[in-house]
């Protein structure tokens, strides 16, 4: 059908635009709407306007210019959506020049495979982000992109895993330069932790790294310990890989020295946990002429060198409304040199106190006890963790009533006595450091830092399924978390760019996975709408941040999303249907802008 619509320009002048539509309903039931099949200008314009009517009547005439459902069939691929979201991942990827470094490996190296090492490099760390799943998995949805058809043989994507690890070490230190010409890096001090990763398998290796250890969630699976460093922007600086039975202070000390050499830094301060505040980590850092500022545990033999300080009042200052207190002081301890020689040393130590930490310290463990009540009446036994460490075991005599060591009935109860002791610590908190210039405020600030390294942690292992670990051999191992750790930079750096309205790596994937779109006749793309996913309205909370209440708004998060997406890449683009050239040059302009 021909569409003229009439239009008045603000200088007087009337033209007449000429569309062909056709009619459609979007839904059952759903009211009639039109679609442009082509746009032909204004009427007015036309040097010859009957030989352009003839042109817009023959067009219109002609039945294969329109869509014909019928004709369009399942599997044909006619009517497959196509993502072309990867292309914002793909402009870090970019600005990253992986490509660039990949390229320069081939040569010094005489690399003479047949296939693309960036190809499939590329495709595994941005399906990493946007539908993490094993390599064969990954290689199967290489089809699904618009504009990017690499055509990668799963033989050859195990065989670049082996060049990947290969290549590990070496690519980390070219994004450390990258990330500095990009957006600047200062590591005058750095935020490292560890975590693990299981195998589904049922044996340790013999001699690999695949150990049974301590696993942070718990499992009996075979582990591998990762260390981390980062810095105080959040992102990633570097990865190493442990056997999974290596204790996390054994880390600390192999990871520094390899980080310093390989960044060229003259000095490092370390921000960790209690998890590796060892004193031979320590006296390693402090005899390389580095600094700490760690996390220091209250209770139990290593707490106790400071129980006199923290219970007495003098000392402390109180901010005005008695929800937080602090004291500072100046600690001299003994330590080791480098040759294992006695020297005294000087750090300071914070200790302070929150009320909201100690109210929710309260809490956890009257729940606790409860559930403890409830396992001694039932009989309930379990590891000594969570509501179990409150439940006490005593082995009596059952004739005289006296506690043996050996006996055949054992009498549980709920351990108040701990309790008591332990409700003397809520809500107090240790740091020392090694930075004799820092004052409180500052000291708080820069550990306060070590969050992002834990919220990184939980985006490889929720958004980024880095475990379980689908490959087995050990330059396969390396190359998946060397995967992982780009994937990693990659989200982090798009949320660095984000700033203050920075979303969670699991939003950015959904709104960059709804970004699809189909290639129709003529030369036409058809976008999908991004979107489908209710916003909640928003309100700012006692620190005047905004954040979700409960009550749905009537907009939609993903369409909020994907808008900011293009905002903090410098595009607007939201045609439904265009030109694949219009079409193209948008995606052109997509480019990285921290």
């Known amino acids: 059908m021909i569409r003229k619509d009439t239009k008045v320009f603000r200088d007087g002048t009337v033209k007449t635009y000429i569309r062909v539509v056709e009619s459609y309903r979007p839904g059952s039931g759903k009211q009639a709407h039109q679609r442009t099949l082509k746009s032909f200008g204004y009427l007015e314009d036309q040097p010859d306007p009957e030989a352009f009517m003839r042109e817009v009547e023959a067009f219109d005439a002609d039945p294969s210019n329109r869509e014909q459902i019928s004709s369009n069939k399942m599997y044909s691929g006619q009517n497959r959506q196509l993502n072309y979201g990867y292309m914002f991942l793909e402009a870090v990827y970019d600005a990253l020049d992986i490509a660039g470094f990949i390229e320069r490996y081939k040569i010094s190296t005489g690399y003479r495979g047949k296939y693309s090492l960036n190809d499939i490099a590329k495709l595994l760390i941005l399906l990493r982000i946007l539908a993490p799943d094993s390599k064969r998995a990954s290689t199967q949805q290489q089809k699904g992109f618009y504009g990017w058809d690499p055509q990668i043989e799963l033989p050859n994507v195990y065989r670049s895993l082996d060049y990947m690890a290969d290549f590990s070490v070496e690519l980390q230190k070219h994004l450390d330069e990258r990330i500095k010409e990009l957006i600047g890096r200062d590591l005058k001090y750095a935020f490292y932790d560890v975590t693990n990763y299981f195998f589904e398998i049922d044996f340790a290796d013999k001699d690999g790294d695949r150990q049974k250890g301590v696993s942070k969630e718990h499992r009996t699976d075979p582990i591998i310990q990762m260390g981390l460093f980062i810095d105080p922007n959040g992102l990633p600086v570097s990865m190493s890989l442990f056997p999974g039975n290596t204790s996390d202070t054994l880390t600390l000390q192999p990871v520094m020295i390899d980080v310093k050499k390989a960044y060229q830094l003259q000095r490092l301060i370390v921000v960790a946990d209690k998890g590796l505040n060892s004193t031979k980590n320590i006296d390693f850092i402090c005899n390389n002429g580095?600094?700490?500022?760690?996390?220091?545990?209250l209770k139990g033999t290593k707490g106790n060198r400071y129980h006199k300080a923290l219970f007495e009042d003098e000392g402390y200052i109180w901010n005005q409304d008695k929800t937080y207190k602090y004291k500072l002081f100046t600690e001299e301890y003994t330590s080791k040199d480098k040759d294992g020689n006695k020297v005294e040393r000087q750090r300071q130590v914070l200790i302070y106190w929150t009320k909201a930490e100690a109210d929710r310290a309260r809490r956890k463990r009257e729940e606790k006890l409860k559930k403890a009540e409830v396992a001694c009446k039932n009989g309930a036994y379990g590891i000594p963790k969570g509501s179990q460490e409150y439940v006490l075991n005593e082995i009596v005599d059952t004739q005289t009533g006296e506690l043996e060591e050996a006996s055949k009935k054992t009498i549980r109860s709920v351990n108040t006595a701990k309790a008591e002791k332990d409700a003397l610590f809520d809500g107090y908190f240790c740091l020392i450091t090694s930075e004799m210039e820092y004052d409180a405020s500052k000291i708080r600030e820069v550990y306060g830092g070590l969050w992002k390294i834990e919220q990184s942690f939980r985006i490889l292992k929720t958004d980024l399924l880095a475990r379980p670990v689908h490959v087995k051999t050990p330059e396969h191992i390396r190359a998946h978390f060397l995967i992982c750790f780009i994937a990693l930079l990659i989200v982090r750096m798009i949320q660095y760019a984000m700033g203050e309205q920075a979303?969670?790596?699991?939003?950015?994937?959904?709104?960059?996975?709804?970004?699809?779109c189909r290639v129709k006749r003529g030369g036409f793309v058809e976008l999908d709408d991004v979107g489908g996913r209710m916003a909640f309205e928003k309100r700012k909370?006692?620190?005047?941040?905004?954040?979700?209440?409960l009550v749905f708004s009537n907009k939609d998060e993903m369409a909020q999303d994907y808008q900011l997406i293009q905002k903090t890449f410098g595009t607007a683009y939201y045609e439904a249907e265009a030109k694949q050239e219009a079409f193209g040059r948008f995606l052109k302009k997509i480019a990285y802008k921290p």
């Open 290 to 297: 580095d600094g700490y500022v760690v996390s220091q545990v």
């Open 503 to 516: 979303v969670s790596a699991e939003r950015l994937a959904d709104a960059l996975n709804a970004t699809t």
């Open 541 to 549: 909370n006692k620190k005047g941040k905004l954040v979700d209440t």
